[in-house]
């Protein structure tokens, strides 16, 4: 599909690295939070937010008519306070209140704390749902807006994440996109020890969505991803993003160490200087 | 004499819907593959594209309704009150108390008066879960008219609530229609000097007949139709404790949480007096609802004698 966009690929992947480095910044000085997944999912959250691709409005961020992203993978949050900094929805200097007490830098995204979160998320299975429920809200009112909600390749573990695959495919909403953050590590280790989840193109084809799967730190390839899934369609649509867990941070990359430790002050500096521009 | 039997509280429920849904358009409601049990059918049929039948998936369900809510609608979602409360708690938990999503969840099938179905599909504990979470208003009705008082009240209330709803046609306790109701405003339907009976649900009617038998016994009985369990009428129970001495709860419902724990705090708070509690301490069975309530000790009969212990000290006996 030919895809066009005045945002330029080298802009985003700036905005990308300026953002990874916002992440380890915010969590080294919270001094805990969720670096790896957080890191695997902030190239596509920077395509949704930066690349044309969503409607929203920062000084209004309960717009009717604002597109709707939804991070089911809750313990990612630094990644989305990043873009709604970057987005002009909070400002920059929050980003370094993240976990602390009497501020809305909540652990895990919370809606009664900050309007700019779509949905309180952090026990994990819950987010499509709500998303379908924006999704169908949108029929019912005769609105354009689409829900995009990320899951986490480990929460794709959860009951209610296939009761909502099911149910969004029965209901046949076409403005709801997921997107897979397929990073292939959970907390006790690499996914398929865990719990395996493939072959999870094939399953999510068999509960009726409209797949793609992508390199997802491709910048240009979630791009296109994204345009595939605005096409007008009766079924609900999903991204298979194969990401690295920790990417840009080499010390962080496929170590699990990092799904949940923050990096210390040394940790810190040289992070900062593999993402230096 | 036994009141007569008018329509179940979950069909009153059902016809509460449809004409919420005739007059308010965000009205939407979904049911999770028991709409022919809960009521919501009458509803699905009148406003197919407002309804969702979600299958037999209720954390999904709950899910969808908080997204629904967050998009302006006023969802009322409905499954029995066990597989709602307990199957989707974490969904009402994160996605709607801690949202504060505005989400009616309405339980049936409440209590042990289901009958012969049997354990796993009467809500013994959904009440105590409904209370646990914050900012839920919770609710009880007794019969059909004040079911139909408190789904309207629900849809025009901003914020969560829990309405229990019961499968057997229920005593007629409101014959002329609940007009005064408020959520969180007990109903005085009986006044009384000696001892106060407060119950909610199928309790109602039973305490209204305990009543009649104590006066018969010299012992004039208050009753309190506390048909909201959260937010709870403290000022009622004061007044009660203060002026009769003795309170007597009931619910259909395991008392460890419910609504003669939330009496008892109260009470505690405000003005302690010696109190009885007529509720389940386990699971029951299957069997005739009637002969259900009879061995599990929810009867007339039940709250009566719990009354005479604590007023008449002859009566009492080691429990």
Not at chain 1, 206 to 219: C, K, Q, T
Not at chain 2, 46 to 67: K, L
Request: charged share 20%; proline share 5%.
């Amino acid at each position: 599909m030919l895809v066009t966009t005045d945002v330029s690929i080298e802009q985003l992947e700036k905005t990308a690295r300026k953002l990874r480095r916002h992440i380890v910044k915010m969590l080294a000085i919270a001094g805990s939070g969720h670096p790896g997944g957080s890191l695997s999912a902030i190239d596509i959250l920077t395509a949704l937010f930066f690349g044309n691709i969503m409607r929203y409005n920062p000084r209004n961020p309960r717009w009717e008519e604002r597109d709707r992203f939804i991070l089911s993978k809750g313990h990612a949050v630094p990644a989305l306070y990043a873009v709604l900094a970057e987005a002009g929805f909070i400002p920059e200097e929050w980003l370094w209140q993240l976990r602390q007490i009497d501020t809305p830098m909540q652990g895990h995204p919370s809606v009664k704390d900050l309007p700019a979160v779509e949905a309180s998320t952090g026990s994990l299975g819950q987010g499509l749902s709500i998303g379908l429920g924006m999704a169908l809200a949108a029929r019912l009112d005769n609105k354009t807006y689409r829900v995009y909600v990320m899951i986490g390749d480990g929460e794709s573990e959860e009951g209610q994440i296939w009761e909502a695959a099911m149910a969004a495919s029965h209901f046949r909403v076409g403005n709801l996109t997921a997107i897979l953050d397929y990073n292939r590590y959970q907390l006790d280790g690499a996914i398929g020890e865990i719990m395996s989840i493939a072959p999870v193109v094939a399953k999510w084809e068999a509960f009726g969505w409209a797949v793609r799967e992508i390199d997802g730190h491709n910048m240009r390839q979630i791009l296109d991803a994204l345009h595939w899934a605005r096409a007008p369609r009766e079924q609900p649509s999903i991204i298979v993003a194969h990401t690295v867990k920790g990417k840009g941070v080499s010390f962080m990359e496929n170590n699990n160490e990092f799904h949940g430790k923050a990096p210390t002050q040394a940790e810190l500096e040289q992070a900062l200087a593999e993402l230096a521009d | 004499m036994p009141r007569p039997l008018g329509e179940a509280t979950r069909e009153a429920y059902g016809k509460t819907l449809v004409e919420l849904g005739r007059e308010n358009p965000n009205i939407v409601v979904l049911d999770g593959d028991l709409s022919k049990s809960t009521m919501t059918k009458y509803f699905a049929q009148e406003f197919p594209d407002r309804f969702f039948n979600v299958g037999i998936a209720e954390a999904n369900m709950v899910g969808i309704a908080a997204g629904l809510a967050a998009s302006g609608k006023i969802p009322f979602a409905s499954s029995f009150a066990c597989f709602v409360m307990c199957k989707a708690f974490d969904q009402m938990r994160l996605a709607v108390a801690y949202s504060g999503n505005n989400v009616k969840i309405v339980g049936s099938h409440g209590g042990i008066s289901i009958g012969e179905d049997g354990v796993s599909q009467m809500g013994h504990e959904d009440i105590g879960l409904a209370l646990s979470l914050p900012g839920f208003v919770v609710m009880v009705p007794a019969d059909s008219a004040q079911t139909r008082a408190a789904v309207r009240a629900a849809a025009e209330h901003t914020g969560p609530v829990y309405i229990r709803v019961g499968r057997p046609k229920a005593p007629i306790v409101y014959e002329n229609g609940c007009h005064d109701f408020q959520i969180g405003k007990a109903i005085t339907l009986r006044d009384g000097r000696d001892v106060t009976l407060i119950a909610n649900g199928l309790m109602v009617a039973a305490a209204l007949d305990a009543a009649e038998s104590l006066e018969k016994q010299g012992i004039s009985a208050r009753v309190l139709d506390m048909h909201t369990v959260r937010p709870l009428d403290e000022e009622a129970i004061e007044k009660a404790a203060h002026e009769t001495g003795a309170i007597v709860v009931a619910e259909e419902h395991l008392l460890y949480a419910g609504l003669a724990a939330q009496v008892a705090m109260a009470a505690a708070k405000r003005c302690p007096v010696p109190m009885r509690f007529v509720g389940l301490y386990d699971y029951a069975e299957s069997g005739a609802p009637d002969a259900l309530m009879r061995k599990y000790g929810l009867t007339a009969d039940d709250i009566a004698r719990e009354a005479l212990q604590l007023v008449n000290p002859r009566h009492r006996v080691a429990v």
